[in-house]
């Protein structure tokens, strides 16, 4: 047996008198790209809160890299090495491209709690700044507030954030929600040259783009797992379909 | 992409920042040989309340948490000088370690009671523990003397007691030093995630920062800056009262913040000079001057939430528009074009 | 957020609001002389002129009082065409608006830039003690026209006076009558718990129990206490006079509770409970509340009568301890003006007032040598006079000093009212 | 006995802090706007009264055309004032403060500043027996029924009538709330009207109880701050119990441990709110 990545068991939300999430588990082994689908109000960003650790679940389990971590904040959860992008961006508008990246770089343990030095003179982070800003291409626009950047290039800024920890799993809410077609292409290749040992779960409404990263993929709907499975054999499964058919033609 | 790159322009700024500072500390430090004894008392009152304001800034403007209850540190500050002043014969400087270490403690208090309270809740939260201290000071009459304060307060231990000046020259340089320091805390990863606090808790959990520590760091180091605003206003005056903690300081010192600017850094500071200027100018005239008061902080509200700064920097981004476009939104034909936010300019420095 | 709109309202309202400061100005704030600040319209006497520095209260909780000394200061000014003894008075007024901040920058003000050659007023006595030692150092004499802290003028051959009362000036002789005069053997204290409360209360206990008599019970509630059910239900009522001291609005809502809770114990209280700026909002409640006070509008001597019509003449209610306070101060700087030969300097005003002496609307005033002011006091009962609520006086005790009738060492090695408030009742 | 007259007290002031909670309550819950002049309103609706009757003589004329004209008092400050700055808390309270000041130092300029209260309706005057031996006023058993009858009053109308779940879909959601036809503005300013009448109705009884002075619509301020904070933002029941609790709490504070009466009352709501950071009933702000 492989070891998981992330392993949630048994999880309910629930919200009042609402089940978010009912009796869902799902099982991510290490290096898998796992895309969750499901139609609106599937209960798919209530499961990233709980595996990202911004919600505790009222009941089940959690599992993160063999360790126990239901109770675990998210902080916690992210010094393990679990990153996250939100489906809606969720910057820190007013500061700079740079400052972002600054921010992000400097929550490792040795520097978090310095207060005496600038944060970009600590050893290491202005030339790792640099370098990500270079990889992600977004030198020229370092010292615009982030608030300035278009829509598309604040859905990569997530990402750029997400991955400058060298994260060991990495949760990605609809990455390409609200992208123009041709931005959401050029993010999606990038999602797919994203190194391979990086544990990836990510919502997904794009069929395309899900099948087209996902090593397996979840279904949820109304809070449960519906199927789970390779790409190809949940595009054929009869109940997916009608979950998915259905909902559109409510819509 | 075709942009101009902010670099040199970066750097002249930060020159004439540095001159721009320069001059102001260099006129600061004359004050006392061209104004009349009076103005220098103010002048030297407005040091006190500006760093008042500054400190309560990192909690507000940069935190991004509205407390409706910093009298209590700057209050704390002027009882510690009160008390120890009356009482012992303690050094100048074991007196200003005693107020840093009151001021952050009760700053841990406020932090450990605030780790989650939210927006008009924590307003009020803070209000109430503000009350509390007021309680404190005006009932337990052994330790502060009650409604009657503590009077007599001398300069005697203070480093060149003498004259007014000197003690204005000593106020200047504690305050000088305090916003320093203050400023590179804003800078340093911890300052950094304070601002972060502001932006969004949840990207700076997701990111691995415990946020409520970053709530108590911020309050704080807030409390300790208070707290020795107080400590100046307590020597200046020669006297700490309850009035040092009441609501109606909480609630101005949010208005010079505002006024001035909450996003910058000097804003605070500029909010709580044209308030306590304004104040002395109309209060001379007229009676009615809370009427005033009251015009002013309804002004404030409708027409410079962004602060007379956040005013300066908006129209000179739109005189500069000319010559900077925005990388993205230009092309989207929007108007409001920006410009780079310049880390090292005084008006420019936005944390909002 | 548009940031653009509303430059013009911006521009219009700052002009309205400095329009509106400038007419404020002439708002009569007191309906007193028009005396705002302008030593441009300084009047010459024939000896000279003066500018006198009125730093009473005209917003926040005291305005009331605040407003009222300035009244009878001006008032007398006025009857006296503006000259006080050939000296041409210039006054000043700055708001020290209840926060020794504010009033010690106002103190400075008044004597830095306007050029005050004396301090009259205050009413907070916290405010009092922060203000008194910068006046002290600028060698300006400062006359407390309200301000009550017994510790103020303790010291003697300062520059500082007091015409209005210590905070157990007026109740020690009160002591010492109901004890005695009235036979009422067991009192219950209700008082502020902040040191006017307990300085008036323990003023009240240390001649009434050294007459023989019995303090029972010490209640204390805070200032500006909204609800006085808590206190008014646990007063014991085996007391043979329930005795009060709560100023201010606090007298209006411990009668009223009292009443509602149809206590009937007699009520004995410090002066200020039953001030004639309170009576009409107090009526039916205050009906037969003795008290003991330096002044009642009633006393009936030439001064006085002077006073009261002068001052009903002008406004359209009844005169009261802050305005005779502010009246008695005026008289009391002519006093000492006419003892100073030129130039009226601090040392010279000081040295001059020690010796004053003068028939103020209250009778008798002089300083002793720490400062206080020595008057007789009354003992007077809240009575229905042509459908008006008097304080009708019932008795006098002459020449009262600050240290009644105890000797002054001995007094001054008792032990501060802040430290026995509790132990009477014990 | 002793016991039983505190906690009736203890009840009557917490009517009182209801009675001026409850507009604050419902204008933050419905509009999310804090207002701070709250308890200047309170102060105008008292004094109006007062003067009100000092020339008429009649109570309930006084008590209804002070509750009215405070009310479009309150309106003209939404409509030209408050309205600008929808959403934006900060703006909102400097605002509201600012108004505050200067309706206190009018109120100081015109009424002068020695108390006054305003009048009592005929019958409440005196006291009544209640279990033999505790004497209680009837002006204060009438308040606690007052809030009692003025909450269940409220609670029924946010609840049943089309004006209650209009607000609220105003509030949730103005783009809809207007697609669907819904007259936002109007609707704020209707609620602020209602929360200024509520705030000068409370001033009327209130003030009648305490009596008013330009500067006690701080400390009854501070106090229904303290009362919707802790019941939780905008939560009717959760301020009526609120209320109660604050109430109770003064109470017995005072008689147990007079010394510190003044923390005890902030510091247990600090704590209390510490560990319930939206208050008793309050809803979870999402943001």
């Known amino acids: ?251 | 992409m075709n942009l101009p790159s902010p670099g040199d322009h970066v750097k002249s700024r930060r020159l004439r920042s540095a001159v721009v500072l320069g001059v102001l500390l260099l006129v600061l430090l004359a004050l006392p040989f061209v104004l009349p004894s009076f103005y220098l008392f103010v002048a030297t009152r407005i040091l006190a309340l500006g760093l008042f304001a500054t400190a309560f800034n990192i909690v507000f403007g940069f935190g991004g948490m509205p407390s409706l209850g910093h009298a209590a540190f700057f209050g704390l500050g002027a009882y510690v000088v009160g008390i120890a002043s009356t009482r012992s014969d303690l050094p100048f400087v074991v007196i200003v370690v005693l107020t840093l270490v009151a001021g952050t403690a009760l700053g841990v208090v406020f932090g450990l009671f605030n780790l989650r309270a939210k927006g008009i809740y924590l307003l009020l939260l803070t209000l109430a523990l503000a009350q509390a201290a007021y309680g404190l000071a005006f009932q337990q009459v052994e330790l502060t003397g009650g409604d009657n304060g503590i009077s007599g307060i001398t300069r005697e231990g203070v480093p060149i007691p003498g004259s007014a000046s000197a003690f204005y020259w000593l106020a200047l340089a504690m305050v000088v030093v305090s916003l320093s320091l203050m400023w590179a805390f804003m800078r340093s990863p911890v300052g950094m995630a304070i601002t972060g606090l502001r932006e969004s808790e949840s990207r700076l959990a997701a990111t691995g920062y415990r946020v409520g520590s970053y709530r108590v760091y911020a309050f704080a180091v807030s409390g300790a800056f208070s707290a020795v605003a107080g400590l100046l206003d307590a020597y200046l005056l020669g006297s700490a009262s309850p009035s040092n903690m009441a609501f109606l300081l909480s609630a101005e010192v949010m208005v010079f913040a505002i006024l001035g600017g909450a996003a910058f850094f000097f804003g605070p500071f500029l909010g709580a000079a044209v308030i306590l200027s304004l104040e002395l100018y109309v209060s001379t005239l007229t009676s009615r001057w809370t009427f005033v008061l009251g015009i002013v902080y309804v002004l404030t509200a409708l027409f410079m939430s962004d602060g007379i700064l956040g005013r300066i920097a908006y129209l000179r981004r739109r005189a500069r528009r000319k010559t900077a476009e925005s990388p993205t939104r230009a092309a989207a034909g929007e108007t409001d074009v920006a410009v780079p936010a310049d880390t090292d300019d005084l008006v420019e420095e936005r944390h909002t | 957020m548009s940031k653009r709109r509303a430059t013009r309202p911006l521009v219009a309202l700052t002009a309205a609001t400095l329009a509106l400061a400038g007419c404020g100005s002439q708002a009569p704030s007191s309906g007193g002389v028009s005396a705002d600040s302008g030593s441009g319209s300084a009047q010459e006497g024939a000896n000279g002129s003066l500018t006198v520095g009125l730093l009473n209260p005209l917003t926040g909780p005291f305005a009331a009082l605040g407003e009222d000394v300035n009244a009878g200061f001006e008032l007398y000014l006025d009857s006296k065409g503006g000259q006080l003894s050939d000296y041409g008075i210039n006054v000043v007024k700055e708001d020290p608006a209840n926060d020794p901040g504010v009033a010690t920058t106002k103190a400075r003000q008044l004597v830095q830039q306007e050029g005050a050659g004396i301090v009259i007023g205050l009413v907070n006595s916290g405010v009092a003690y922060a203000v008194a030692p910068y006046l002290e150092s600028a060698g300006v004499p400062l006359m407390i026209t309200v301000a009550g802290a017994d510790g103020l003028t303790r010291t003697k051959g300062g520059n500082l006076f007091r015409v209005s009362y210590t905070g157990s000036q007026d109740t020690m002789p009160a002591g010492d009558y109901v004890c005695k005069e009235l036979g009422l053997k067991t009192a219950a204290i209700v008082g502020l718990d902040y040191s006017f409360g307990w300085e008036a209360s323990g003023g009240f206990a240390r001649t009434y129990e050294d007459a023989g008599c019995k303090v029972v019970q010490e209640l204390y509630a805070p200032l500006a206490t909204q609800d006085w059910a808590p206190y008014v239900t646990q007063i014991n009522r085996d007391a043979d006079v329930v005795f009060a001291v709560t100023p201010g609005s606090d007298a209006v809502r411990f009668l009223k509770a009292y009443r509602g809770f149809g206590l009937d114990t007699p009520i004995f209280a410090q002066g200020s409970t039953t001030d004639e700026q309170l009576l009409p909002t107090m009526g039916e409640t205050a009906d037969g509340v003795m008290s003991s006070l330096h002044y009642s509008p009633v006393i009936d001597n030439p001064a006085n009568k002077t006073f009261v019509d002068a001052w009903t003449e002008k406004y359209d209610r009844s005169t009261n301890q802050y305005a005779e306070d502010g009246w008695a101060a005026a008289q009391a700087l002519e006093a000492a003006l006419s003892d100073v030969k030129g130039e009226p300097t601090g040392d010279g005003i000081t040295n001059a007032m020690r010796n004053v002496s003068i028939d103020a609307p209250r009778g008798a005033l002089r300083f002793d040598e720490y400062g206080q002011a020595i008057y007789d006091v009354y003992m007077r009962k809240v009575t229905k006079q042509d459908g008006k609520w008097v304080n009708k006086v019932v008795d006098t005790v002459p020449a009262v000093n600050q240290f009644y009738t105890y000797d002054v060492d001995e007094y001054l090695q008792f032990p501060p009212y802040d430290k026995l408030k509790g132990t009477w009742a014990k | 006995m002793v016991w039983l007259s505190n906690v009736l007290n203890g009840l009557a002031f917490g009517s009182l802090l209801f009675l001026v909670a409850s507009g604050l309550t419902i204008t933050f819950g419905l509009m999310r706007t804090i207002n701070l002049a709250h308890g200047a309103f309170y102060l105008v609706g008292g004094y109006l009264a007062f003067d009100l009757y000092v020339r008429t003589g009649s109570y309930w004329l006084s008590l209804v055309v002070a509750v009215v004209v405070t009310a479009v008092i309150g309106m003209l400050v939404e409509r030209l004032l408050l309205h600008r700055l929808l959403n934006q808390e900060l703006p909102q309270i400097i605002l509201t403060v600012g108004v505050s000041l200067m309706i206190g130092d009018l109120l100081l300029t015109q009424y002068g500043g020695s108390p006054i209260s305003p009048p009592t309706p005929a019958g409440l005057e005196g006291s009544m027996q209640l279990f033999g031996s505790v004497i209680f006023p009837k002006f204060r058993a009438f308040l606690i029924v007052l809030a009692l009858v003025l909450a269940a009053l409220i609670m029924a109308f946010l609840r049943f009538s089309s004006i209650g779940a209009k607000v609220r879909s105003a509030v949730d959601d103005q783009e809809i709330a207007r697609t669907i036809g819904i007259r936002v503005p109007l609707i704020f300013l209707l609620v602020f009207g209602a929360g200024t009448a509520l705030a000068a109705f409370a001033g009327v009884w209130g003030g009648a109880l305490t009596s008013l002075s330009p500067d006690t619509g701080l400390d009854v301020l501070l106090l229904a701050l303290v009362v919707v904070v802790v019941g939780g933002l905008g939560s009717v029941p959760g301020a009526l119990i609120a209320a109660f609790a604050v109430g109770l709490l003064d109470q017995f504070g005072k008689v147990l441990f007079p010394e510190w009466s003044l923390f005890t009352i902030y510091a247990p709501v600090a704590l209390f709110l510490a560990f319930r950071p939206n208050g008793l009933l309050g809803k979870v702000e999402s943001r």
Do not use: C
């Open chain 1, 1 to 251: 047996m492989t070891d998981m990545a992330i392993a949630a068991r048994g999880i309910d939300t629930r919200f009042g008198s609402f089940l978010a999430n009912s009796d869902v588990t799902i099982e991510v082994p290490v290096g898998e790209r796992r895309v969750l689908i499901g139609p609106n109000g599937a209960g798919k960003t209530t499961l990233f809160n709980v595996l990202a650790g911004q919600l505790r679940p009222s009941k089940g389990s959690v599992e993160m890299l063999g360790r126990e971590v239901t109770r675990k904040p998210a902080y916690q959860r992210a010094r393990m090495g679990l990153a996250r992008t939100f489906q809606i961006n969720n910057l820190f508008d007013e500061l700079t491209v740079r400052q972002n990246i600054e921010i992000t770089l400097a929550s490792e343990a040795r520097s978090r709690r310095v207060f005496w030095r600038d944060l970009g003179s600590l050893p290491g982070i202005r030339a790792r700044t640099n370098a990500l800003l270079t990889e992600w291409e977004f030198s020229d626009l370092a010292d615009w507030p982030v608030r300035e950047l278009a829509y598309g290039q604040q859905r990569v800024m997530e990402i750029v954030l997400a991955m400058s920890k060298q994260p060991r799993v990495l949760l990605l809410d609809e990455p390409t929600a609200g992208l123009a077609p041709a931005d959401a292409i050029r993010l999606t290749n990038l999602l797919a040259a994203l190194p391979r040992d990086i544990t990836i779960i990510m919502i997904e409404h794009d069929m395309e783009v899900a099948f087209a990263l996902a090593d397996r993929v979840t279904v949820l709907h109304q809070g449960s797992v519906l199927a789970e499975d390779v790409p190809g054999r949940v595009a054929v499964n009869q109940e997916v379909l009608q979950v998915y058919l259905g909902d559109m033609s409510d819509a």
